[in-house]
């Protein structure tokens, strides 16, 4: 798999891409640290339904991350509300 032509998953695309100073923050721990292996980023139908903001971090950095796939058991857009509402880079909006 070439991970760095992978796309976003229309359900995760509803939530807005950090930017700004957030993004700098983000990038900026991404290359001090790595890609840390607890956070998988995880695919659903061969797209990114969560991790993309890791995963355009890693393209970024050049940053080889891991996948996992979603557990077919999940409802996708439940799993994807899950994992989003209450992030912190989030707004209330």
Same mark, same amino acid.
């Not at 292996?37 to 061969?46: N, V, Y």
């Not at 080889?64 to 996992?68: C, H, I, Q, S, W």
């Given at each position: 798999m070439d991970w760095k032509s992978l796309k976003r998953h229309p359900l995760a695309a509803e939530y807005a891409d950090i930017t700004g100073k957030e993004w700098e923050l983000f990038t900026n721990r991404m290359k001090q640290l790595g890609f840390l292996?607890?956070?998988?980023?995880? /695919?659903? *139908?061969?797209m990114i339904?969560?991790?993309f903001q890791r995963f355009r971090a890693c393209l970024e950095t050049n940053t *080889?991350? *891991?996948? /996992?796939p979603l557990d077919p058991s999940i409802d996708a857009r439940l799993f994807v509300e899950t994992v989003n509402d209450h992030r912190r880079h989030e707004s209330e909006e």
């Open positions: 292996s607890c956070q998988e980023i995880i /695919l659903h *139908e061969g339904i969560d991790g *080889e991350p *891991e996948f /996992l």
